[in-house]
């Protein structure tokens, strides 16, 4: 039996997992992940990625996870696979990614205040971050520390191809798997101001999603509908 696991949506920490939930948001957390491989009890566990990243402490943790489980964990890039979300495909101990799919490495970064001590303190952490998840880089690929950081500190974006070449990635996924649907001009998605206000519109009702999915009214429905469409008059904020 094969377990497998969704890495999609920002990595965040296991508080910030509850939030997302709450409101129906797509993230992986170290809870998530550690709930999923103790149901896998050993089995064959594939881990399906498509992240953007988020907070690398989360993704430190779900990396132990993975490299501890006793059963074999094979990841899949299904789309973009970055910054934080390079350290849990790392992991693996066979990774796969899709011809459409990327990834994408760059420096630890924070936001911060205080004086100038705080903020070379705070330089020194980033640094030691910086040298930790080269670390990780290097295990993989047997790169140098200064070939990863260099990497790193351009903000490179690999290819299939060249993450297979470069040693972060181990094949390219074959034609007849399965491959993730590309949405070209042919058909819209929602745009990010539309989802941004279909969230808050969620938000502002007193149940939870999955309760008022149940009885939300037809003008409720016409109004998420609208904003979908790109129809909405923008009154909500």
């Known amino acids: ?3 497998k696991i969704d890495v999609k949506g920002d990595v965040v920490d296991n508080d910030t997992g509850q939030f997302f939930d709450y409101f129906g948001m797509q993230c ?8 999923s491989l103790d149901k896998a009890q050993g089995d064959e566990v594939e881990l399906d ?14 990396y132990s996870m993975i490299n501890q489980y006793p059963g074999t964990v094979t990841g899949v890039i299904q789309g973009m696979a970055a ?8 992991a693996c101990d066979h990774l796969i990614i899709s011809p459409a799919g990327q990834m994408m490495i760059h420096k630890a970064s924070t936001a911060g205040a205080g004086n100038s001590d705080d903020f070379t303190h705070t330089a020194g952490v980033l640094s030691t971050t910086d040298r930790t998840i080269a670390g990780i880089y290097q295990t993989r690929t047997g790169k140098s520390e200064d070939e990863v ?3 790193m500190k351009q903000e490179t974006y690999l290819t299939a191809k060249d993450a297979v070449d470069q040693g972060f990635a181990d094949e390219i996924m074959k034609k007849n798997e399965k ?3 590309v949405v070209n001009s042919l058909h819209d998605i929602p745009s990010k101001s539309a989802v941004k206000k279909f969230m808050n519109l969620i938000k502002n009702q007193k149940s939870t999603p999955s309760e008022y999915k149940k009885s939300e009214s037809d003008a409720l429905f016409d109004e998420k509908l609208a904003i979908f469409k790109g129809e909405s008059n923008g009154n909500i904020i």
Not at 28 to 35: A, F, G, I
Not at 83 to 90: D, G, H, L
């Open 149 to 151: 950081l260099k990497l």
């Open 49 to 62: 990625i498509a992240s953007y990243g988020g907070d690398v402490f989360a993704a430190s943790e779900i």
């Open 28 to 35: 992986v957390s170290p809870q998530m992940v550690k709930d």
């Open 179 to 181: 491959v993730p649907q």
């Open 1 to 3: 039996m094969m377990i």
């Open 83 to 90: 910054s934080a979300a390079t350290i849990i495909a790392e």
